[in-house]
């Protein structure tokens, strides 16, 4: 049969978030014989293509190491995802975790005195994530943060904290009882989210009321203005995360 140029490039594009995801596990170290790895899935795009692919690397890998998807209801309603992300675990015959909890109404409450829901709700979220890391005898939780992430990171420390760093595509906590992995960490959001319809995962809309009005969406907004002024801008911002020169800064 003739492949279609449409076909081709769809089949690249799965190809190539395997390839760049296999270079980030193999850099990184982040998978490793006997993983027992908590994979973090919110409904969206990223954590449902990292499940996807984590899935496909057990079956593969020349280690054994077992996922464990796990679902957090941040509380804003989301049944339908609650839903649809049940019908998909049990699809890939994989043992999950699902719990209902308050930290979106929480964050954006009375109670919260002043301090970013953002920050509150992520922060809760972490630390319930760590402890049933723990609970289900994982010893690594699998995050679906991509590079477009890592990069948005970079500025909104630079900007709202006054230090330059971002997230880590491996990361130890706990004096290295729990470690975080990120395997998207070198592959574009853009590919990601076409992956999602070439795959036909069910990817759920966020539901959260500060979804776009977040310091996060304020830097993608700069960032998208400033990659349309030069296409090179968003490459050699990638190529600057991993191409550090501390001679040259004063700190």
């Not at 594009?13 to 006997?34: P, S, T, W």
């Not at 990069?151 to 009882?177: A, D, H, V, W």
């Not at 959001?189 to 069910?202: C, F, S, V, W, Y």
């Amino acid at each position: 049969m003739i492949q279609t140029p449409q076909a081709s490039k769809m089949a690249y594009i799965v190809k190539e978030i395997n390839k760049l995801m296999g270079r980030a596990i193999h850099r990184y170290g982040l998978l490793e014989d006997g993983d027992r790895i908590m994979v973090a899935v919110s409904g969206g795009a990223d954590s449902l293509v990292m499940l996807h692919f984590l899935d496909k690397w057990t079956q593969k890998a020349p280690i054994s190491f077992h996922i464990f998807p796990v679902y957090l209801d941040m509380g804003f309603g989301n049944k339908d995802t609650w839903h649809t992300l049940q019908i998909h675990f049990s699809r890939l015959k994989l043992p999950w975790h699902m719990e209902e909890t308050d930290f979106g109404p929480y964050a954006h409450g009375k109670q919260n005195r002043g301090k970013s829901p953002c920050f509150i709700c992520s922060l809760n979220r972490r630390k319930r994530l760590f402890e049933l890391t723990r609970a289900l005898g994982c010893n690594k939780i699998a995050m679906g943060h991509n590079l477009d992430d890592l990069i948005e990171t970079f500025f909104i420390n630079m900007c709202y904290s006054g230090e330059m760093s971002t997230m880590l595509p491996r990361q130890e906590m706990f004096k290295g009882l729990i470690t975080i992995i990120r395997p998207l960490a070198l592959i574009e959001k853009g590919k990601i989210e076409r992956a999602t319809d070439i795959l036909k995962l069910p990817v759920c809309k966020n539901r959260c009321p500060s979804v776009t009005t977040s310091r996060r969406q304020e830097i993608r907004d700069l960032l998208t203005q400033l990659y349309s002024t030069n296409k090179k801008i968003r490459s050699n911002l990638q190529k600057a995360l991993f191409h550090i020169r501390p001679e040259y800064l004063p700190g």
